[in-house]
């Protein structure tokens, strides 16, 4: 599906009905996937699950946008009128920073936050590159031109997490516009003001990540009062691949927390 937001088109697909939760995915792939991480850790009924590529990603296009706050701007507008209402906001990584911005600027558009493996501003302290696991049989079924990335994303290294990688994570590199991403990182602060946001949130960061680091993610408690906060080990920046029965746990208690009573 499309949608016109401004001068910009945006692609998303989604899924069910009840409850809109949208799920912002990382940098450099599409919705393809935060889709396949959060498909198999969402409950199936009672929510509307909505996944959009981000401008300069996917099939999205970024016309007009020239920092992260215009992308924010986007997002919140989007949210609004594809949700036809407040939505839970759900992003990872990159995707989890433009999701404090759309709660800061339209904290009514959203009902409860959750962030995973949030890259903030600049990372201060980020742990050294670590394999948590590498089983024998990890590479059987990725090119060997893909090894890399892999290795660089992922820090447990199973047959399982190479194709999710080959399936869900290749295909979304291949459509990135670089051009569009560098005027738009050109201007990467996002206006994330002083005020706390007090509906129901999530913070989650991995032991392991080497990107982003778990220091930051826990500096975000003081912003988010009612936020739940996890640091999990064994799990890097692809940590919904990697620890997804922790990861479900953790987005069932926030989902029970968020989710509008009357429902």
Do not use: K
């Not at 009924?45 to 992308?71: C, E, F, H, K, Q």
């Amino acid at each position: 599906m499309e949608r016109r937001i401004g001068t910009s088109e945006i692609h998303y697909v989604e899924h069910g009905t009840g409850v809109p939760l949208v799920a912002l995915h990382g940098a450099g792939v599409d919705h393809r996937e935060i889709e396949a991480a959060m498909e198999a850790v969402l409950p199936r009924a009672g929510y509307r699950r909505i996944y959009p590529d981000l401008p300069g990603m996917g099939y999205s296009t970024s016309g007009g946008l020239t920092g992260n706050n215009d992308v924010v701007d986007l997002l919140g507008e989007f949210i609004e009128r594809v949700a036809e209402g407040p939505a839970l906001v759900l992003g990872h990584s990159y995707g989890a920073y433009l999701a404090r911005g759309v709660a800061a600027r339209r904290p009514g558009a959203v009902l409860g936050l959750a962030l995973v493996c949030p890259l903030a501003e600049q990372a201060t302290t980020v742990p050294a590159p670590t394999v948590v696991r590498q089983d024998h049989d990890a590479y059987d079924d990725l090119e060997a031109e893909h090894r890399p990335g892999f290795e660089d994303y992922f820090a447990v290294r199973t047959r399982a997490t190479a194709r999710r990688y080959r399936d869900r994570v290749v295909p979304g590199t291949r459509l990135v516009d670089e051009a569009a991403l560098g005027r738009i990182f050109a201007g990467w602060p996002v206006d994330l003001g002083e005020s706390t946001f007090s509906p129901p949130s999530l913070i989650v960061a991995g032991r392991q990540d080497s990107a982003v680091g778990y220091a930051d993610a826990v500096r975000l408690l003081d912003r988010y009062p009612r936020a739940g906060l996890a640091v999990i080990d064994g799990a890097g920046h692809a940590l919904l691949h990697e620890r997804p029965g922790v990861a479900a746990a953790l987005v069932q208690d926030w989902l029970d927390r968020a989710t509008p009573r009357e429902r």
